[in-house]
């Protein structure tokens, strides 16, 4: 781009250099010519599907990779997780490259906050090493304190921390219940719970009494049984015309064979292939902290060392706030605090053992009264300090990104994307490398506006060290501080692809075609609250989960509901966890939550919420959950399978004469069904090659060509089409393609009307953002008949997303509203806060310091609330809607 400058730079451009690419045609992008400069902050802008990713991590990120790979030993590769070759002609001045994504990775159960930053391991060779040991017990290697090995893990746990058992309690959560009113929850739904209701008949118990009232010992027969006995099973009979039938010894409907309900719930949990089969038994397994090692999973050997007083495990318990606290005397050299039961180490065990005493956590200890070794020598006083020294300042960055409620073995499966990118982001800050190209993707999702000048802070320091700062963003506070924007666009897909403006950010406002201008330079203010008036209350009363500790909120029916608070402080728990719990039991459903990733290794440990809802819960009907979970794990799921609107389309093509005649019907017309589908690829339209010491290339089908149908489905058409090219459609496309099928086109419709009309209809679900996903659902829904009384609860809906994205997605929302319904978002953006009717505040800290309803009312009444974290951000967006309304009401008379 011509535009080579930098405001405000002290540093010449001629020395910084320019990473330079020619011809990119990565994804949409439309032969980009685009020079990007070095050593500085850059921010990629666009709405969303313009392109602006597929330029910073498809093509710079992926080129980059590749070179790298390149000077990688052969067999290396194939030990490497590769993204193939950008489609560009040429890029120069490249530098190595780090990306910094929003993608989870490969977690599972044992993954945890310590393990991902490294902390874990710096943090065992600190007890290993400088611990304070027993006398006369030898000196343990660091692997010794990791739960996950053999040499450290409790043999009661297997190193999880809980065992689990299943109670009467557990299977019989209601014992007023018969059984033929399934007083026993754990045992299966549907026709195999009716299965195992009928041998209890013909076995002769009385399956009509209220549970409390049978005979113990046959409510223990009943549950804990280890007998499997075959009975006959007469279907449809009552008792007394079972007992008959038996006695007659009539033939029975079927043989049946009895299970225990302990054995069932166990048997299930070892053997299905279902995770959420495997959830939903489970919740029958009741979890308590390990006898052995009270939660702390280790063995007793390693949790006899202390440093700074506490042991290991109570260590990893406490928050990164708390350990900062802890350590900092010993990395300035002060030792009484890691004298055994002393100083700052005693008085940090105390609070976290009465902080967690108040939320049902273990507080024992292992071998509190056991003597210590003699006064440090000074090889250990030199192994403590500059330990601690290396543990501190990496408490620090993660402290200073608004991490500090986390605890070292809290699981990476109940960590946001966003939680898990500045966890990464803080290892970087750590290691000090020098002129690499660091490319995030949105680093500032998930954060309040409060926490994000730490974030602005840490990225001016990556470039302040000589790297290359390379943000895929939407956070106009962040393109404000840019030194360089690179915006693409101007809208998205097909539209898209452009690279409109390169340079400094001033120079955008002079850019009509721009989407981001009119909103970094604040003409288009964000529409005011409609304030409507509420149709009832919901209230939730003594909630506890997490750090929710016994919390009342009230949520208003029929209106548009914000929940803010910082990163951790329970508003998620609060209002995306204990209000649809709660609610849907009402409704007398399960919680329909999915298991955790990694769930597989140990009973998943589901958080109970406690507490109760009242209020007009009668007033809601039906609950719907949109959250960023992709709407499918497969490339066989798409946007026009998930909407349902493909039905309609193969139901088209069914009825054509040509189909008609070849007697084709609608499930020839899919591709995941054989008759239809190509042969070669299953319907896929491409085939995997593999290259052993290259990437996998996915290459298109060669009988096929990527059309996924064999010839014989291709040579039906409606209205010129056939099925494959109706798939390639976008979704702007087929609206007009459709026009005249109401059944297609009102889905369509929606979709476009949602910010998606540059998605394809067959574009699978494993290349949709989170954000994409979460505004599919929503379209979904919004394509069904409104009637009113349904319950939207949205968990930060407007992560990824543009902000003219948010003022389509928040025109939706109001729409969802206007026809009686009620939405409860949890967001950050205030701008989207500003137009709800009600605002509740969640907070003030995070973790311990938070779990409080801190203000709720009307926007500008939260936005007055002097201890709020929310408050004056609120203001301000407040006022500056304002100050746009009077200035279009100046320009319009």
Same mark, same amino acid.
């Given at each position: 781009?011509?535009?080579?400058?930098?405001?405000?730079?002290?540093?010449?451009?001629?020395?910084?250099?320019?990473?330079?690419?020619?011809?990119?045609?990565?994804?949409?992008?439309?032969?980009?010519?685009?020079?990007?400069?070095?050593?500085?902050?850059?921010?990629?802008?666009?709405?969303?599907?313009?392109?602006?990713?597929?330029?910073?991590?498809?093509?710079?990120?992926?080129?980059?990779?590749?070179?790298?790979?390149?000077?990688?030993?052969?067999?290396?590769?194939?030990?490497?997780?590769?993204?193939?070759?950008?489609?560009?002609?040429?890029?120069?001045?490249?530098?190595?490259?780090?990306?910094?994504?929003?993608?989870?990775?490969?977690?599972?159960?044992?993954?945890?906050?310590?393990?991902?930053?490294?902390?874990?391991?710096?943090?065992?060779?600190?007890?290993?090493?400088?611990?304070?040991?027993?006398?006369?017990?030898?000196?343990?290697?660091?692997?010794?304190?990791?739960?996950?090995?053999?040499?450290?893990?409790? =043999?009661?746990?297997?190193?999880?921390?809980?065992?689990?058992?299943?109670?009467?309690?557990?299977?019989?959560?209601?014992?007023?219940?018969?059984?033929?009113?399934?007083?026993?929850?754990?045992?299966?739904?549907?026709?195999?719970?009716?299965?195992?209701?009928?041998?209890?008949?013909?076995?002769?118990?009385?399956?009509?009494?209220?549970?409390?009232?049978?005979?113990?010992?046959?409510?223990?027969?009943? +549950?804990?049984?280890?007998?499997?006995?075959?009975?006959?099973?007469?279907?449809?009979?009552?008792?007394?015309?079972?007992?008959?039938?038996?006695?007659?010894?009539?033939?029975?409907?079927?043989?049946?064979?009895?299970?225990?309900?302990?054995?069932?719930?166990?048997?299930?949990?070892?053997?299905?292939?279902?995770?959420? $089969?495997?959830?939903?038994?489970?919740?029958?397994?009741?979890?308590?902290?390990?006898?052995?090692?009270?939660?702390?999973?280790?063995?007793?050997?390693?949790?006899?060392?202390?440093?700074?007083?506490?042991?290991?495990?109570?260590?990893?318990?406490?928050?990164?706030?708390?350990?900062?606290?802890?350590?900092?005397?010993?990395?300035?050299?002060?030792?009484?605090?890691? /004298?055994?039961?002393?100083?700052?180490?005693?008085?940090?065990?105390?609070?976290?053992?009465?902080?967690?005493?108040?939320?049902?956590?273990?507080?024992?200890?292992?071998?509190?009264?056991?003597?210590?070794?003699?006064? +440090?020598?000074?090889?250990?006083?030199?192994?403590?300090?500059?330990?601690?020294?290396?543990?501190?300042?990496?408490?620090?960055?993660?402290?200073?990104?608004?991490?500090?409620?986390?605890?070292?073995?809290?699981?990476?499966?109940?960590?946001?994307?966003?939680?898990?990118?500045?966890?990464?982001?803080? =290892?970087?800050?750590?290691?000090?490398?020098?002129?690499?190209?660091?490319?995030?993707?949105?680093?500032?999702?998930?954060?309040?506006?409060?926490?994000?000048?730490?974030?602005?802070?840490?990225?001016?320091?990556?470039?302040?060290?000589?790297?290359?700062?390379?943000?895929?963003?939407?956070?106009?506070?962040?393109?404000?501080?840019?030194?360089?924007?690179?915006?693409?666009? *101007?809208?998205?897909?097909?539209?898209?692809?452009?690279?409109?403006?390169?340079?400094?950010?001033?120079? +955008?406002?002079?850019?009509?075609?721009?989407?981001?201008?009119?909103?970094?330079?604040?003409?288009?203010?964000?529409?005011?609250?409609?304030?409507?008036?509420?149709?009832?209350?919901?209230?939730?009363?003594?909630?506890?989960?997490?750090?929710?500790?016994?919390?009342?909120?009230?949520?208003?029916?029929?209106?548009?509901?914000?929940?803010?608070?910082?990163?951790?402080?329970?508003?998620?728990?609060?209002?995306?966890?204990? +209000?649809?719990?709660?609610?849907?039991?009402?409704?007398?459903?399960?919680?329909?939550?999915?298991?955790?990733?990694?769930?597989?290794?140990?009973?998943?440990?589901?958080?109970?919420?406690?507490?109760?809802?009242?209020?007009?819960?009668?007033?809601?009907?039906?609950?719907?959950?949109?959250?960023?979970?992709?709407?499918?794990?497969?490339?066989?799921?798409?946007?026009?399978?998930?909407?349902?609107?493909?039905?309609?389309?193969?139901?088209?093509?069914? /009825?054509?004469?040509?189909?008609?005649?070849?007697?084709?019907?609608?499930?020839?017309?899919?591709?995941?069904?054989?008759?239809?589908?190509?042969?070669?690829?299953?319907?896929?339209?491409?085939?995997?090659?593999?290259?052993?010491? $290259?990437?996998?290339?996915?290459?298109?089908?060669?009988?096929?060509?990527?059309?996924?149908?064999?010839?014989?489905?291709?040579?039906?058409?409606?209205?010129?089409?056939?099925?494959?090219?109706?798939?390639? $459609?976008?979704?702007?496309?087929?609206?007009?393609?459709?026009?005249?099928?109401?059944?297609?086109?009102?889905?369509?419709?929606?979709?476009?009307?949602?910010?998606?009309?540059?998605?394809?209809?067959?574009?699978?679900? =494993?290349?949709?953002?989170?954000?994409? /996903?979460?505004?599919?659902?929503?379209?979904?829904?919004?394509?069904?008949?409104?009637?009113?009384?349904?319950?939207?609860?949205?968990?930060?809906?407007?992560?990824?997303?543009?902000?003219?994205?948010?003022?389509?997605?928040?025109?939706?929302?109001?729409?969802?509203?206007?026809?009686?319904?009620?939405?409860? $978002?949890?967001?950050?953006?205030?701008?989207?806060?500003?137009?709800?009717?009600?605002?509740?505040?969640?907070?003030?800290?995070?973790?311990?310091?938070?779990?409080?309803?801190?203000?709720?009312?009307? *926007?500008?009444?939260?936005?007055?609330?002097?201890?709020?974290?929310?408050?004056?951000?609120?203001?301000?967006?407040?006022?500056?809607?304002?100050?746009?309304?009077?200035?279009?009401?100046?320009?319009?008379?």
């Amino acid at each position: 781009m011509p535009n080579h400058s930098f405001d405000g730079s002290s540093q010449p451009t001629t020395t910084r250099g320019f990473v330079e690419v020619r011809g990119a045609r990565e994804h949409n992008l439309k032969e980009v010519d685009v020079d990007i400069p070095r050593n500085a902050l850059v921010v990629f802008s666009g709405v969303s599907g313009s392109g602006k990713s597929s330029l910073a991590f498809g093509t710079v990120y992926a080129e980059a990779q590749r070179r790298y790979f390149e000077s990688v030993a052969p067999y290396a590769r194939r030990l490497i997780d590769q993204v193939g070759v950008p489609d560009v002609d040429a890029i120069s001045g490249l530098p190595p490259a780090v990306a910094l994504q929003q993608q989870r990775g490969a977690t599972n159960a044992r993954s945890s906050v310590g393990s991902v930053t490294t902390l874990s391991s710096l943090v065992r060779m600190m007890y290993s090493r400088a611990g304070a040991y027993p006398a006369n017990q030898p000196m343990l290697y660091a692997e010794d304190f990791s739960p996950n090995t053999p040499q450290g893990a409790c =043999t009661t746990c297997h190193g999880l921390g809980r065992v689990y058992e299943v109670t009467e309690a557990s299977m019989v959560p209601d014992p007023s219940l018969s059984i033929r009113e399934r007083a026993i929850a754990a045992w299966p739904p549907a026709w195999h719970g009716q299965n195992l209701r009928d041998i209890l008949v013909t076995l002769g118990y009385d399956v009509d009494r209220p549970w409390k009232d049978l005979p113990k010992k046959d409510r223990d027969w009943i +549950l804990f049984t280890e007998e499997t006995p075959t009975a006959p099973v007469y279907a449809g009979l009552s008792p007394t015309e079972t007992r008959a039938a038996v006695k007659r010894k009539l033939e029975p409907s079927y043989m049946g064979t009895f299970t225990g309900a302990r054995r069932y719930v166990l048997h299930t949990f070892a053997n299905t292939q279902s995770a959420l $089969m495997r959830k939903r038994v489970s919740r029958f397994m009741e979890g308590k902290p390990c006898p052995a090692c009270h939660g702390k999973r280790l063995k007793p050997e390693a949790l006899a060392v202390t440093f700074a007083g506490v042991d290991i495990g109570e260590f990893m318990h406490m928050s990164l706030d708390q350990l900062a606290t802890l350590l900092e005397p010993i990395a300035h050299g002060d030792f009484r605090a890691h /004298a055994a039961g002393s100083g700052a180490g005693r008085d940090a065990t105390r609070r976290d053992r009465t902080e967690r005493a108040a939320s049902g956590r273990a507080t024992h200890s292992i071998a509190p009264d056991v003597r210590r070794t003699s006064a +440090l020598s000074e090889e250990k006083r030199l192994a403590a300090q500059r330990l601690a020294i290396g543990v501190v300042g990496r408490l620090h960055q993660l402290r200073g990104l608004g991490l500090g409620y986390l605890t070292l073995d809290r699981a990476t499966p109940t960590l946001s994307a966003g939680e898990l990118q500045r966890l990464r982001l803080a =290892t970087q800050l750590s290691s000090m490398l020098f002129g690499v190209v660091y490319v995030l993707d949105e680093p500032s999702a998930g954060l309040h506006p409060s926490d994000s000048q730490a974030l602005y802070d840490a990225l001016d320091t990556l470039r302040d060290a000589g790297n290359s700062v390379f943000v895929v963003e939407h956070d106009l506070e962040l393109m404000r501080r840019a030194q360089w924007l690179v915006d693409v666009g *101007p809208d998205a897909g097909e539209r898209g692809g452009r690279v409109l403006y390169s340079g400094a950010p001033a120079g +955008l406002r002079e850019v009509g075609e721009s989407r981001t201008a009119r909103y970094l330079f604040d003409e288009m203010p964000a529409p005011a609250s409609r304030r409507r008036e509420p149709s009832g209350w919901l209230e939730l009363q003594g909630i506890h989960r997490h750090n929710l500790r016994g919390v009342d909120a009230r949520v208003p029916l029929g209106v548009l509901t914000a929940v803010t608070g910082i990163s951790g402080s329970g508003k998620s728990s609060l209002m995306a966890q204990a +209000l649809p719990e709660l609610l849907l039991l009402h409704l007398g459903h399960e919680p329909e939550d999915e298991p955790a990733e990694g769930a597989s290794e140990g009973p998943t440990v589901v958080e109970i919420t406690r507490g109760h809802l009242a209020g007009d819960v009668d007033a809601v009907q039906r609950l719907v959950q949109v959250d960023q979970k992709p709407i499918g794990r497969t490339p066989r799921s798409n946007l026009a399978t998930y909407t349902g609107l493909f039905d309609h389309v193969r139901k088209l093509f069914a /009825a054509t004469p040509d189909a008609r005649r070849r007697r084709f019907d609608a499930g020839r017309f899919s591709f995941n069904v054989p008759k239809g589908r190509c042969e070669t690829c299953e319907g896929e339209g491409f085939v995997s090659v593999e290259l052993l010491f $290259m990437p996998s290339v996915y290459a298109s089908c060669p009988t096929c060509h990527g059309a996924r149908y064999n010839e014989a489905t291709l040579k039906v058409r409606w209205n010129g089409r056939h099925i494959a090219e109706v798939l390639a $459609m976008t979704v702007d496309d087929a609206c007009d393609f459709f026009t005249r099928e109401d059944a297609v086109v009102r889905p369509l419709q929606v979709l476009r009307e949602i910010g998606l009309g540059y998605l394809r209809l067959g574009q699978p679900a =494993t290349e949709l953002s989170g954000g994409e /996903a979460q505004r599919i659902k929503l379209a979904t829904e919004l394509q069904r008949s409104q009637r009113g009384r349904n319950l939207y609860v949205l968990d930060e809906p407007t992560t990824g997303l543009h902000a003219s994205d948010v003022d389509r997605l928040m025109v939706q929302l109001q729409r969802l509203v206007d026809a009686g319904n009620t939405v409860v $978002m949890i967001e950050h953006d205030m701008r989207a806060v500003a137009q709800a009717d009600w605002v509740i505040d969640v907070g003030p800290g995070a973790g311990d310091a938070g779990g409080r309803v801190v203000a709720d009312g009307v *926007p500008s009444q939260v936005a007055t609330v002097s201890h709020g974290r929310t408050a004056g951000f609120l203001a301000r967006e407040l006022a500056r809607g304002e100050a746009g309304g009077r200035d279009r009401r100046r320009k319009h008379g």
